[in-house]
C-alpha cells in the first residue's frame, strides 16, 4: 500500500475517533497545557519574588535612614536636656552652637540664635559651669555672633590672687589670653583669673609666666576655664553696661 493510502486510512480513523469521543485529543493534550500553565506560575511568582526583595531592601534602607534621623533628633533633645540642667535657663538665653573654627572666623562662635530668641548686642555669654566666655558682637533675626575673649586685640578687666589685683586681658588668639603685671605681685601658675560680672566668674587659669630679670613686670600666660571650641550650648545674659570693653558691631553680618 502506497504512503497515500496510509494517509487515507490515519483521516477517516482520526475523523471517527473525533465524532465518537469529541473530548479525546483535549485529555490527551491538556496535561501538557496544565502543566505549561503551571511552569508559567511558577516562574512569574519567581520573577515577582525579585522584585518583592528589592521592594523590601527600598524600604529597608528608608527604615534605617529615619531610624538615624530619630537618633540624632533623641541625642540633641538629650543633649539640649543636659544643657537646660547645666545652666540656669530663667536667668538666659539657651542657644545652640552651629558653628566654631574652623567653620566660623578663629575665636568666634556662631549661636541659633538671634533677636526672635531676644539675643541683643553686648550680651555675655557663658558656658558650662557659668564660665563667661565671650560677647555677643552681631545679631541677625535667627543668628548671632559670639566673639570670644581669646579674640586678638579683644580686651577685657579682670582681676587675679588674693588681693584681687586688677588686670588688663587682652586676647591672643587661639582660645589663649595674655595680661601684664608686676613680678611683685606673687602671682603663680595655676592662680584662677575673674571677670567682672555677677559674684565671681572665673575666666580661665595662668598656664605660663614670662619674664624677663632686667624688667619689673611679669607676662601672664592665660587659658579659658573651659574649652570654648567644644561648647554646643551656650547661655547668654545682660550683664549691664561698661563691663567689657569689647568693640560690638553694629552690622547684621556674621
Same mark, same amino acid.
Given at each position: 500500500?502506497?504512503?497515500?493510502?496510509?494517509?487515507?486510512? %490515519?483521516?477517516? +480513523?482520526?475523523?471517527? #475517533?473525533? =465524532?465518537?469521543?469529541?473530548?479525546?485529543?483535549?485529555? *490527551? &493534550?491538556?496535561?501538557?497545557?496544565?502543566?505549561?500553565?503551571? =511552569?508559567?506560575?511558577?516562574?512569574?511568582?519567581?520573577?515577582?519574588?525579585?522584585?518583592?526583595?528589592?521592594?523590601?531592601? *527600598?524600604?529597608?534602607?528608608?527604615?534605617?535612614?529615619?531610624?538615624?534621623?530619630?537618633?540624632?533628633?533623641?541625642?540633641?533633645?538629650?543633649?539640649?536636656?543636659?544643657? *537646660?540642667?547645666?545652666?540656669?535657663?530663667?536667668?538666659?538665653?539657651?542657644?545652640? @552652637? #552651629?558653628?566654631?573654627?574652623?567653620?566660623?572666623?578663629?575665636?568666634?562662635? +556662631?549661636?541659633?540664635?538671634?533677636? $526672635?530668641?531676644?539675643?541683643?548686642?553686648?550680651?555675655?555669654?557663658?558656658?558650662?559651669?557659668?564660665?563667661? *566666655?565671650?560677647? #555677643?558682637?552681631?545679631? &541677625? &533675626?535667627?543668628?548671632?555672633? @559670639?566673639?570670644?575673649?581669646?579674640?586678638?586685640?579683644?580686651? &577685657?578687666?579682670?582681676?587675679?590672687? $588674693?588681693?584681687?589685683?586688677?588686670? $588688663?586681658? %587682652?586676647?591672643? /588668639?587661639? /582660645?589663649?589670653?595674655?595680661?601684664?603685671?608686676?613680678?611683685?605681685?606673687?602671682?603663680?601658675?595655676?592662680?584662677? +583669673? !575673674?571677670?567682672?560680672?555677677?559674684?565671681? =566668674?572665673?575666666?580661665?587659669?595662668? +598656664?605660663?609666666?614670662?619674664?624677663?630679670?632686667?624688667?619689673?613686670?611679669?607676662? =601672664?600666660?592665660?587659658?579659658?576655664?573651659?574649652?570654648? !571650641?567644644?561648647?554646643?550650648? @551656650?547661655?547668654?545674659?545682660?550683664?549691664?553696661?561698661? @563691663?567689657?570693653?569689647?568693640?560690638?558691631?553694629?552690622?547684621? $553680618?556674621?
Amino acid at each position: 500500500m502506497s504512503w497515500g493510502g496510509y494517509a487515507l486510512i %490515519f483521516s477517516i +480513523v482520526a475523523l471517527l #475517533v473525533r =465524532l465518537v469521543a469529541p473530548d479525546f485529543f483535549w485529555q *490527551i &493534550t491538556a496535561p501538557a497545557f496544565r502543566a505549561a500553565d503551571a =511552569l508559567a506560575a511558577q516562574s512569574h511568582a519567581f520573577w515577582a519574588s525579585f522584585n518583592d526583595v528589592s521592594e523590601l531592601a *527600598i524600604r529597608n534602607e528608608r527604615l534605617v535612614e529615619e531610624n538615624a534621623a530619630l537618633i540624632n533628633e533623641n541625642q540633641a533633645l538629650r543633649e539640649k536636656e543636659m544643657a *537646660i540642667d547645666e545652666f540656669d535657663v530663667a536667668k538666659g538665653i539657651l542657644a545652640a @552652637v #552651629v558653628a566654631r573654627p574652623p567653620e566660623s572666623p578663629y575665636d568666634t562662635l +556662631v549661636l541659633a540664635a538671634g533677636a $526672635r530668641a531676644r539675643v541683643a548686642l553686648g550680651q555675655e555669654a557663658f558656658g558650662e559651669g557659668g564660665v563667661p *566666655i565671650g560677647i #555677643v558682637t552681631a545679631v &541677625t &533675626t535667627d543668628f548671632s555672633r @559670639v566673639t570670644l575673649f581669646s579674640a586678638p586685640g579683644q580686651l &577685657t578687666h579682670g582681676w587675679i590672687g $588674693r588681693e584681687s589685683l586688677p588686670l $588688663r586681658i %587682652f586676647g591672643s /588668639g587661639a /582660645g589663649t589670653m595674655n595680661a601684664s603685671l608686676s613680678r611683685s605681685a606673687g602671682i603663680a601658675v595655676g592662680d584662677t +583669673v !575673674f571677670a567682672p560680672g555677677p559674684g565671681m =566668674l572665673p575666666i580661665g587659669s595662668v +598656664v605660663r609666666i614670662d619674664s624677663d630679670p632686667a624688667s619689673p613686670g611679669a607676662t =601672664l600666660r592665660i587659658v579659658p576655664k573651659v574649652n570654648p !571650641f567644644s561648647l554646643s550650648w @551656650v547661655q547668654l545674659r545682660d550683664v549691664g553696661a561698661g @563691663v567689657r570693653d569689647f568693640s560690638v558691631a553694629t552690622s547684621t $553680618r556674621l
